[in-house]
C-alpha cells in the first residue's frame, strides 16, 4: 500500500470564472481534501497560478493531474513534494493591545516567533508571522493561552527548488 504524503500542486491557467468550482470538484469526487488553495498571477501576464496542498498517495496525485490537465482553460499542471519546493504560509493574529504593554511574556513570545507587529491602537494589535505551518501552529498555539480576538492563515505559495521549463511554455502561449 502507498504511503499518502504531502504534495503541492501547481496549476498554470487562463483566468475564467468557474475555474476554481471544476478544478475542486476533481478533488471532491474523489474525496480528496485540499489542506490549503492559494490562487494568483504567474511569472507571464495573464496567466495565472493555483498553488494546491493535499495528502494523497502519488498514485492518487498522478491520476488528479491528468484529470485538472483535461480542463480547457489549464495550461500545465504539475506536482511537487516538499523536500522538492521551498514554500510558506502567512497569517494574521488580532489580539487585545492591553495584552502587549501588560504581558511581557506576548513580547517574549513576538521576538521568539520572529512575528511583526503591523498595526497598535487602543483596542487591539495584529501581528504577522510568515514561515513553515508548524511555525504558525506553534504561535498560534502560544498566543490562544492570552485569547485571540481574530485569526487568519493564507494558503501555502511555494516555488520549486529546481528551474521549471514553465516560463519558456508559457511564453510561447502568451504569443
Known sequence: MEIKELFTVSIYTEN???LLNRISAIFQRRHINIESLN???SEIEGVSRFTILVKMTEKEVKKIIGQIEKQVEVIKAFYHT??????????????????????????NIIKDSNARIVTVNKAFFVLEKSGRRNEIELLHRELSVFGIMQFVRSGR???TKDEMKITEMLA???N
Open 16 to 18: 475564467h470564472i468557474g
Open 39 to 41: 490562487t494568483s498571477i
Open 82 to 107: 516538499d523536500d522538492e519546493t521551498i514554500y510558506q504560509e502567512s497569517c494574521l493574529f488580532k489580539i487585545k493591545s492591553d495584552l502587549l504593554f501588560e504581558e511581557r511574556q506576548i513580547q
Open 157 to 159: 505559495i511555494a516555488v
Open 172 to 174: 510561447a502561449f502568451n
